[in-house]
């Protein structure tokens, strides 16, 4: 098939509703929950704000508009490689510089809801990935990897999603190891469902939040607070996840859209 059938054929396959359109992403307002690092570490980014300009008023009689105080990391979010100093050399690491062949790609959707359920500190290993791949097929270079974890079901209730005690958070994630076998597989990028694309506990780990550390030293993508995960399947899906074009952008919001075949 020539690349023009291909599209040719997606178009009527979009059209028919034979291939579904899902929402990958959760809704950004005040209630949006936000990432809280140790008040000792760092400033937070702030909470949302949805400022009404106008809306058929004084201030505009004929339409509506609102302006945004948005954090780049804000709700379903892109990490582009600046985010994080292991990354900071890459010109081609803002939201503006990136290359956008790569944030459309095919998803492995890895489900572990199970086990996050029955354990919020769960890590995924190399050996999970690996029985995962002899079940359903390898992860390839140019592919997006995704941890289902099912955490969007707790993303109306902060407290719920972010699930932090005395002991800091307690959220699910990827290993070190995971991250650099998946690395060194070539894929373009990591989602996780959760506040950040490291566990809760990350930044006990060796490197520190080493989905950040690793996947931006190598050029890599993060995704993060995905939804609808269990809307997909392991593999055949293509996720769209492309960031705002901001000027030397650390990330963005996005609207992470996955194409799926239906039925
Ligand atoms: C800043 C500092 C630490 C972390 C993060 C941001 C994120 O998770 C993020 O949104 O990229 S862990
Ligand atoms: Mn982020």
């Not at 570490?41 to 339409?63: C, M, Q, R």
């Not at 509506?64 to 979010?77: I, Q």
């Not at 790609?105 to 500190?121: G, K, R």
């Amino acid at each position: 098939m020539t690349a023009k059938t291909a599209l040719e054929t997606l178009a009527g396959l979009l059209a028919s509703g034979g291939i579904e359109v899902v929402d990958c992403s959760g809704t950004l307002g005040p209630d949006t929950p936000l990432l809280k690092l140790p008040p000792e570490l760092a400033v937070d980014t702030p909470k949302i704000e949805i400022h009404t300009i106008s809306e058929y008023d004084k201030n505009g009689p004929f339409w509506a508009w609102n302006w945004l105080k948005l954090g780049e990391h804000s709700g379903t979010h892109f990490d582009a490689p600046h985010h994080w100093i292991t990354g900071r050399d890459y010109s081609d690491g803002f939201t503006d510089t990136l290359d956008l062949q790569r944030v459309v790609a095919p998803v492995n959707v890895l489900d572990f809801a199970e086990e996050c359920a029955a354990d919020p500190d769960f890590l995924l290993t190399i050996d999970h990935v690996k029985a995962w791949e002899a079940e359903h097929g390898e992860i390839e270079a140019g592919e997006w990897v995704v941890l289902r974890s099912d955490w969007d079901r707790r993303a109306d209730d902060e407290a719920m999603f972010l699930n932090a005690d005395a002991t800091g958070p307690h959220t699910p994630g990827p290993t070190a190891e995971v991250i650099q076998y998946l690395v060194d597989k070539g894929i373009v990028g990591w989602g996780n469902q959760c506040i950040g694309t490291d566990a809760g506990q990350a930044g006990g780990m060796n490197p520190p939040f080493p989905a950040h550390n690793l996947l931006h030293k190598n050029n890599r993508f993060g995704l993060a607070s995905l939804a609808n995960l269990d809307k997909l399947p392991p593999k055949g899906a293509i996720l769209i996840a492309a960031p705002l074009k901001i000027v030397r952008g650390t990330g963005s919001p996005v609207r992470a859209l996955a194409l799926v075949a239906r039925g």
